[in-house]
């Protein structure tokens, strides 16, 4: 005889029961899934894969899903990153900037990120893929879609990109197509379209179209902009304002790729204070000034191109301090046409030029302490620009050497040191030629990009790398084992000098950041990234450390603990 079920003390009758769980495939059993991890893993595969759907069709979990799995490396072979990038509410440069940022590169368009990718060298093992979601709900969603397009030719990395049917995709010479309204097991995205009935029928698909921008600050008020989302306000500037906002557009467009990553207000208001040009709104310096108060640095200055009070001096290749006292200090800067321009520390006012101008560009200076300037051409050979004072003999005839030996073996870094010239080269050694003698080290795998040398009580020479680090040598004595610093980017430029609190050494790297070392480990080591590529670093006698890029001149000081 069945059971009964009691009715309620109330009178009242029992809720029918529950229908039975829909049972739900584990997505790593699906098809779906199993089509993305055999393109995963195949060399041969294109390098785009899209997967598609109609709304509610899994998409985004599919991807979720993809992010998390298997991502150790296999025996034998190195690790795949894989790096997911939503695309919802981003306008082209902020996907730019964010993918620039995530690859170790630096873009300030997005056709400079394609640029970057295909030519860098950075440090990476194994093939990097990129997980693009909701490419249809894109703030600008044809440009993201030509961002795509080219970046799927590029060799090093691979993209899935999540598209809603009826979303016009990246083009590519070879496609792999997911298409998950053919994979029915697939439970529905998180937040499904509303177009999508209980019944699982799709209505028809909307036109994609930009979204609205929720909650976008003022673009003209600068602690509003500070506070807020840098992607949102990226998008603002790119797709919903023409207006310069007294200067705040423009700075945010110069370097925008260091506001995305800052880390908080404070260190957005230093950027964004440092990329203003001369033509700005008054009122927004001491505004930014007050807000980045508790950054690690002050601005001294800033020159940026178009400025005319005091002129901007061109785009940096190189920099250099010349040695002696803080109050004659004077900065060497030279530009990719081979001139070398003197400017004054104190205010980036014009002291005039050398009288050597160098055919084909410079790649390093360094000023000797007799006051000639030795240059690197682009071909790695030597050239030297007399000072005022008579310079001692054996310095020319070691002068003489080294050129000589540049002739025959282009050096690719260049410093100089009282009685010693340090040269850096392609296949990874430091060599110091000095009056008493050569001294080598093979500091690095692959080419040393920068090197850089301090009289000081104990005399050392720090080279950089394209293999990322940042190493120190005292010419006669075996290099430090361990580097003063390293990155997964090249080192693009090195200055040391003595300074009140100890000897510091600036490093930059490709990824564009900028750190200043106390060498002696005598305080905290402090970082800061422009925004555009750097070029050229300096530290001067007063400890401030000078940023040079294509576009922009900066000068920094240290502040607080």
């Known amino acids: 005889m069945p059971s009964a079920t009691p009715s309620p003390a109330d009178g009242r009758r029992p809720s029918p029961p529950a229908p039975p769980a829909r049972r739900r495939t584990p997505i790593g059993t699906r098809p779906g899934a199993g089509a993305l991890l055999g393109w995963l893993t195949d060399p041969d595969a294109p390098r785009l894969c899209l997967v598609t759907g109609g709304p509610g069709s899994g998409k985004t979990a599919l991807l979720g899903w993809l992010a998390a799995h298997g991502t150790r490396a296999r025996r034998g072979r190195p690790r795949t990153e894989r790096v997911p990038v939503p695309l919802a509410g981003q306008s082209a440069l902020g996907v730019a900037w964010t993918l620039a940022d995530r690859l170790g590169v630096v873009a300030g368009t997005p056709a400079d990120l394609v640029h970057a990718l295909a030519t860098s060298e950075a440090r990476r093992s194994g093939r990097t893929v990129l997980l693009l979601t909701d490419l249809h709900a894109a703030a600008e969603p044809e440009a993201v879609t ?14 899935v990109v999540e598209t809603r049917t009826g979303t016009r995709p990246p083009r590519a010479a070879r496609t792999t197509v997911v298409d998950l309204d053919l994979d029915l097991d697939l439970d529905p995205d998180p937040d499904p379209d509303p177009a999508h009935d209980g019944a699982g029928n799709r209505g028809p698909e909307p036109t994609p179209s ?28 790119a797709t919903a304002s023409a207006d310069d906002h007294g200067g705040l557009r423009d700075a945010w467009l110069r370097a925008g790729q260091a506001l995305c990553a800052a880390d908080g207000p404070a260190d957005r208001a230093l950027v964004l204070l440092t990329a203003l040009g001369d033509g700005a709104d008054p009122r927004l310096r001491p505004a930014l000034a007050e807000r980045a108060a508790p950054a690690p640095w002050r601005m001294r200055w800033a020159r940026h191109r178009g400025d005319v009070s ?132 093979a500091s690095h795998s692959g080419r040393v990009t920068a090197v850089t040398a301090v009289e000081s009580e104990t005399p050392f020479v720090c080279s950089g790398g394209a293999d990322g680090t940042v190493r120190l040598w005292t010419p006669g004595r075996a290099p430090v084992p361990e580097p003063l610093a390293e990155r997964r980017a090249p080192v ?63 000068c920094l000081e240290p502040h607080g603990k």
Not at 328 to 334: Q, R, T
Not at 522 to 549: D, I, N, S, Y
């Open 146 to 159: 030509e961002l795509l397009s080219g970046l799927a030719e590029v060799g090093r990395i691979r993209l």
């Open 210 to 237: 930009a979204p609205p921008l929720p909650g976008l600050p003022d673009l003209s008020d600068p602690a509003a902009v500070c506070a807020a989302d840098p992607l949102l306000v990226t998008t603002g500037y």
């Open 310 to 441: 005091p002129p901007w001096p061109g785009p940096v290749a190189v920099l250099g301090a010349t040695a002696g006292g803080p109050s004659a200090e004077l900065v060497l800067v030279g530009d990719r046409t081979g001139t070398v321009r003197l400017l004054r520390e104190a205010d980036a006012s014009g002291e005039g030029r050398l009288a050597h101008r160098v055919a084909g560009g410079i790649t390093a200076l360094a000023p000797t302490a007799d006051g000639t300037v030795l240059l690197l051409d682009e071909r790695g050979r030597l050239h030297a620009v007399r000072g005022t004072a008579p310079r001692p003999p054996y310095l020319e005839r070691l002068t003489e050497a080294v050129s000589t030996t540049l002739s025959r073996h282009p050096g690719t870094a260049l410093a100089a040191i009282a009685g010693s010239v340090v040269v850096g080269d392609r296949l990874g050694s430091v060599h110091a030629f000095g009056v008493t003698g050569l001294h080598q080290a």
């Open 492 to 554: 693009v430029a090195l200055h040391a000098a003595p300074a009140p609190g100890g000897p510091l050494v600036a490093a930059a790297w490709a990824d564009g950041r900028v750190e200043l070392i106390p060498v002696e480990g005598g305080g905290p080591r402090r970082a800061f990234r422009p925004g555009p590529a750097v070029r050229a670093v300096a530290v001067t006698a007063t400890g401030a450390l000078l940023v040079g890029t294509d576009e922009s001149l900066i």
